[in-house]
């Protein structure tokens, strides 16, 4: 994965991270807790970005995605977060 592939995921994660934290904030020693939601935020990810992506990059993980591809992202991380946290009137049917 190329590096600016990599932190714009790493910004993904974090975003419905704390959108996740808002709305059932975890203790700060829950490591087991903060370890389960990383890892259900990565599945969510993959699957909101597989279903958005064209085949031409899930047939090469490792190109960066175009400025036009990024923006449509940004918009469904974003959508999704305001999702979790309730700001929208789909809710947030799959949090935890």
Not at 1 to 12: K, L, N, P, V
Not at 58 to 64: F, M, Y
């Amino acid at each position: 994965m190329a590096e600016g592939t990599h932190s714009y995921f790493d910004w993904q994660v974090s975003t419905l991270m704390l959108a996740y934290d808002t709305v059932e904030p975890l203790e700060r020693d829950d490591d087991k807790g903060q370890a389960e939601r990383e890892q259900k935020v990565m599945r969510e990810l993959h699957q909101l970005v597989h279903a958005m992506l064209p085949e031409e990059y899930l047939k090469n993980p490792g190109e960066d995605f175009p400025p036009e591809m990024v923006m449509v992202l940004t918009r469904a991380t974003i959508a999704r977060a305001a999702q979790i946290m309730g700001m929208t009137e789909e809710g947030n049917e799959n949090d935890e």
